[in-house]
T-cell receptor, first 115, second 114 residues
Framework: DADVTQTPRNRITKTGKRIMLECSQT?????MYWYRQDPGLGLRLIYY???????NKGEISDGYSVSRQAQAKFSLSLESAIPNQTALYFC??????????????FGSGTQLSVL | EDKVVQSPLSLVVHEGDTVTLNCSYE??????LLWYKQEKKAPTFLFML????IEKKSGRLSSILDKKELSSILNITATQTGDSAIYLC??????????????FGKGTKLSVIP
């Protein structure tokens, strides 16, 4: 099945450590996104990319960076993790040809805990 | 700033009940409104409503967009325990140069008890 795969599924790290979350997709979609979800705050956009050479900041990009290594791969880095980055992180994809691009397909999420 | 407000934040019903979830929004340049269901982890797409498609239905679920009232409802009839989930409403609004952004509401947590 065409899918959006995130690794790792869970990660516990310490304050100050560098962390990379990875996302790969087999859907052939051009657009990829990183969201974080915090209890009571809903989903918030961190970064998005409409193609390999396109990177855009979202609502809450401070403290994060991304890399679009290929159409199918989009990674999120926390250069120096801090406790308030503890959250559930989602990668998502969309395709302009399907519903205008706002119909998102989500990965299963990465639960990150920063101690 | 675009806003999406969902109500109620949580809801407990018995199997067989009909429920209505609400989503109201403030937006400058409306493009579409979407509903997602989040059961365990990954949200999954339910409906997309636009100016040209203000009502959608799939089985026991249906959704209506009211552009005049700036709101949408998600109806679930004859609820089942498998409908227990967080239901997310998202608003797509144009942000200039043909681009658009999605803003999510905080979600409504629905619990269906046998």
């Amino acid at each position: 099945d065409a899918d959006v795969t995130q690794t790792p599924r869970n990660r516990i790290t310490k304050t100050g450590k560098r962390i990379m979350l990875e996302c790969s997709q087999t859907k052939g979609h051009d657009r990829m996104y990183w969201y974080r979800q915090d209890p009571g705050l809903g989903l918030r956009l961190i970064y998005y990319s409409f193609d390999v050479k396109d990177i855009n900041k979202g609502e809450i990009s401070d403290g994060y960076s991304v890399s679009r290594q290929a159409q199918a791969k989009f990674s999120l880095s926390l250069e120096s993790a801090i406790p308030n980055q503890t959250a559930l992180y989602f990668c998502a994809t969309s395709d302009l040809r399907q519903g205008g691009g706002e119909k998102l397909f989500f990965g299963s999420g990465t639960q990150l805990s920063v101690l | 700033e675009d806003k999406v407000v969902q109500s109620p934040l949580s809801l407990v019903v018995h199997e067989g009940d009909t429920v209505t979830l609400n989503c109201s929004y403030e937006v400058t340049n409306f493009r579409s409104l979407l509903w997602y269901k989040q059961e365990k982890k990954a949200p999954t797409f339910l409906f997309m409503l636009t100016s040209s498609g203000i009502e959608k239905k799939s089985g026991r679920l249906s959704s209506i967009l009211d552009k005049k009232e700036l709101s949408s409802i998600l109806n679930i009839t004859a609820t089942q325990t498998g409908d227990s989930a967080i239901y997310l409403c998202a608003l797509a609004a144009y942000s200039g140069a043909g681009s658009y952004q999605l803003t999510f509401g905080k979600g409504t947590k629905l619990s269906v008890i046998p």
